[in-house]
C-alpha cells in the first residue's frame, strides 16, 4: 500500500483565513487572500508589525477551531482506503500548537488514528511515496514525490506537480473506476 | 551525512524510574528496576491497577521533569558532529506530554534544532540510517538499522544489535580515532 504524507495548515486546515480575520480586526485592515497572489502575509505587513503576526500563532486557541477545507474530509476518507494516510504538520516553531492540533484532526478526520499524526519540523525525515504541501521547500530534500497544494503564496511557483484542491487529489489518486 | 533517529523514554530519559517512583510512593510497594527482567511494569502490576499506571502518564507534570539517562548528553553531542540526528518520540497515545518533552528537549538537549524533534505514533514513518530505541517491534516496520537500547522490558529479546548504555554508542558509531 503506497503511502500519502498530508501537511495540515493551508491543505486541511484554513489558518491563513484566521490569521487575515485576527489581523485585520486588530489594526482595522482589510487585507484579502487575492492581494495574497505570490507572497506570504509577512510580506504584505509593514515589518513593525510582524512580530504580532508571529503572536497570534503562539497563541494557544489560534489552531483549535480553524475552518475546514473545502472537500478534504471527503476524498481523505476514500484516500484511506487504497492508501497508508500520514498527517506531517510541522508545529516545532509552535509548541502551544500541539495540542489543538491534536484535538483539531481527532475531531474533524476521526477515520485517521493518532498513531498516523507526526508533529515535526523537517519534513525530510518523512518516508512516504507522496507528500502534499502547500510550502514548496519540504519537496527539496523529500524523497518521494511532491505535490503542491495551491495557497496564495505558492501562486507563482512553476516546474511542479500542482493540485488546486481537493477534488483534484482525487482525481490524481483515484482516477476514475478506481473510487 | 548519515541520520540516526533517537527514541527519547528509556533512551535519553528515564521515565521508568519515574513511573516506579509515583507508582511505589502511592500504593506502598517497592517494585525495582531488577524485578522487571524481560517485562513491562504492566506485566507486575494486577491488573485492576493498569488504570492507574496509565493514568501517570497522562498526567501533565510526568515527562516535565525526568532524569537524564547517564552519558546520553556527551556522546549524542559528539555523534551531532558526524551525524545528522532526529529525537522520534511517540507521543501520540498521551497528548498531553507535548509540551513537557519539548521543553525537557530544549533543556537537556541544547545542541539539537526543534526542527529535528519528531513526535509520532508509527515510526515506520521514520527516513534514518539508524533507529536507537528500547521497543523492538518499531523495528518491524523500519527500513534502516534498528540498535535495541538495553531495558528491563526487553532483556530476553536476541537476534537484533543491541547496546547497553551511550558508552556503546559512542563505540559504535565513533571508532577510536573518529571521536
Same mark, same amino acid.
Given at each position: 500500500?503506497?503511502? #500519502?504524507?498530508?501537511?495540515?495548515?493551508?491543505?486541511?486546515?484554513?489558518?491563513?483565513?484566521?490569521?487575515?480575520?485576527?489581523?485585520?480586526?486588530?489594526?482595522?485592515?482589510? #487585507?484579502?487572500?487575492?492581494?495574497?497572489?505570490?507572497?506570504?502575509?509577512?510580506?504584505?505587513?509593514?515589518? +513593525? !508589525?510582524?512580530?504580532?503576526?508571529?503572536?497570534?500563532? !503562539?497563541?494557544?486557541?489560534?489552531?483549535?477551531?480553524?475552518?475546514?477545507?473545502?472537500?478534504?474530509?471527503?476524498?481523505?476518507?476514500?484516500?484511506?482506503?487504497?492508501?497508508?494516510?500520514?498527517?506531517?504538520?510541522?508545529?516545532?516553531?509552535?509548541?502551544?500548537?500541539?495540542?489543538?492540533?491534536? !484535538?483539531?484532526?481527532?475531531?474533524?478526520?476521526?477515520?485517521?488514528?493518532?498513531?498516523?499524526?507526526?508533529?515535526?519540523?523537517?519534513?525530510?525525515?518523512?518516508?512516504?511515496?507522496?507528500?502534499? +504541501? +502547500?510550502?514548496?521547500?519540504?519537496?527539496? !530534500?523529500?524523497?518521494?514525490?511532491?505535490?503542491?497544494?495551491?495557497?496564495?503564496?505558492?501562486?507563482?511557483?512553476?516546474?511542479?506537480?500542482?493540485?488546486?484542491?481537493?477534488?483534484? #487529489?482525487?482525481?490524481?489518486?483515484?482516477?476514475?473506476?478506481?473510487?
Amino acid at each position: 500500500m503506497k503511502r #500519502i504524507a498530508v501537511d495540515m495548515d493551508e491543505v486541511l486546515a484554513d489558518a491563513l483565513s484566521e490569521h487575515l480575520t485576527r489581523y485585520n480586526r486588530d489594526h482595522g485592515e482589510l #487585507i484579502t487572500k487575492a492581494q495574497l497572489h505570490g507572497k506570504w502575509l509577512w510580506d504584505v505587513v509593514s515589518a +513593525d !508589525r510582524h512580530e504580532r503576526l508571529e503572536g497570534y500563532l !503562539r497563541s494557544e486557541d489560534f489552531f483549535e477551531d480553524l475552518p475546514v477545507l473545502a472537500d478534504s474530509q471527503e476524498v481523505l476518507q476514500k484516500l484511506s482506503e487504497h492508501y497508508e494516510i500520514f498527517i506531517a504538520t510541522a508545529a516545532m516553531e509552535f509548541p502551544n500548537s500541539f495540542g489543538p492540533k491534536y !484535538r483539531w484532526l481527532r475531531r474533524h478526520f476521526p477515520f485517521i488514528p493518532p498513531t498516523n499524526y507526526v508533529f515535526c519540523g523537517d519534513k525530510s525525515i518523512l518516508l512516504a511515496d507522496y507528500l502534499i +504541501d +502547500d510550502t514548496f521547500r519540504h519537496f527539496e !530534500r523529500f524523497r518521494g514525490k511532491g505535490i503542491l497544494f495551491t495557497a496564495p503564496h505558492n501562486a507563482e511557483i512553476t516546474g511542479v506537480h500542482r493540485v488546486a484542491g481537493w477534488r483534484e #487529489i482525487e482525481k490524481f489518486f483515484l482516477p476514475v473506476g478506481r473510487a
